[in-house]
Each structure stands twice: as structure tokens, then as C-alpha cells.
């Protein structure tokens, strides 16, 4: 369980970073060039490496592959939410609650053996 813990939390971090890599640029360097956006970003997405590789080799020890990615959705959704209504101002809509209700229903059956011994 202590490796799914640390998996799980350094994979919220990584996905931090990689949101601010992959959308930050729209709201903070719009009026710039986008190669500079683009080197901005690279530059952010290399802690979203060094988070994200390391999550998903102590991850592969306890977990599958598939659960792994499926894992990483779910974070990924979760973090862009937030990021994307406070940082970016976008409205929360119904596709995004669908979306999250579809993610969760994809962790459940990636996890289901794991969780009732299946």
C-alpha cells in the first residue's frame, strides 16, 4: 500500500507541472511567440519527468501497466479540474463531471480484482 501512496502522490505532482507545461502557456504567454511558449514549457515538463518516470517504475512494482495509465488519467483529470478553473478561468460544465464519473468508473475496473480479490 506504501508504494501505491508514494506512486499516487508523486504522479499529482507530476501532473501539476505537466498541466502548467501543457495549458499555462495559453493564459500566461499568449502575446509571445510560441516557441518561446514551447521552451517555457519543455522547461516545466522536465520536473513532470522527473516525477513521472521515477512514479511509474516504484508504481510497476506493486502495479500493472494498464493500472498504472489508468491511474495516471484519473490524477490528470483531477489536477486539470482545479487548475483549469482557478488558473485558466474556465468554467466547470457537465461534460467535465461526465468525464470524471467515466475516469472513476475506469479506475474501478482496472482496480476491481485488486480491490474485491477478482
Same mark, same amino acid.
Given at each position: @500500500?506504501?508504494?501505491? *501512496? %508514494?506512486?499516487?502522490?508523486?504522479?499529482? @505532482? &507530476?501532473? /501539476? =507541472?505537466?498541466? %502548467?507545461?501543457?495549458?499555462?502557456?495559453?493564459? $500566461?504567454? $499568449? &502575446?509571445? !511567440?510560441?516557441?518561446?511558449?514551447?521552451? +517555457? &514549457?519543455?522547461?516545466?515538463?522536465?520536473?513532470?519527468?522527473?516525477?513521472?518516470? !521515477?512514479?511509474?517504475? *516504484?508504481?510497476?512494482? /506493486?502495479?500493472? *501497466?494498464?493500472?498504472?495509465?489508468? @491511474?495516471?488519467?484519473? *490524477?490528470?483529470?483531477?489536477?486539470?479540474? !482545479?487548475? &483549469?478553473? /482557478? =488558473?485558466?478561468?474556465?468554467?466547470?460544465?457537465?461534460?467535465?463531471?461526465?468525464?470524471? +464519473?467515466? %475516469?472513476?468508473?475506469? +479506475?474501478?475496473? %482496472?482496480?476491481?480484482?485488486?480491490? =474485491?480479490?477478482?
Amino acid at each position: @500500500m506504501k508504494t501505491i *501512496i %508514494i506512486t499516487t502522490a508523486m504522479l499529482f @505532482m &507530476s501532473n /501539476v =507541472f505537466m498541466t %502548467i507545461a501543457w495549458y499555462g502557456h495559453l493564459k $500566461s504567454l $499568449s &502575446s509571445k !511567440p510560441w516557441y518561446i511558449a514551447a521552451l +517555457v &514549457s519543455w522547461g516545466i515538463a522536465l520536473f513532470e519527468y522527473m516525477l513521472q518516470v !521515477p512514479a511509474n517504475r *516504484i508504481g510497476n512494482e /506493486v502495479l500493472t *501497466i494498464p493500472q498504472l495509465k489508468i @491511474m495516471q488519467e484519473a *490524477i490528470a483529470l483531477t489536477v486539470f479540474i !482545479p487548475i &483549469s478553473v /482557478v =488558473f485558466l478561468k474556465e468554467k466547470i460544465t457537465l461534460d467535465y463531471i461526465c468525464a470524471m +464519473v467515466c %475516469i472513476l468508473g475506469a +479506475v474501478f475496473f %482496472i482496480f476491481r480484482a485488486k480491490l =474485491f480479490g477478482g
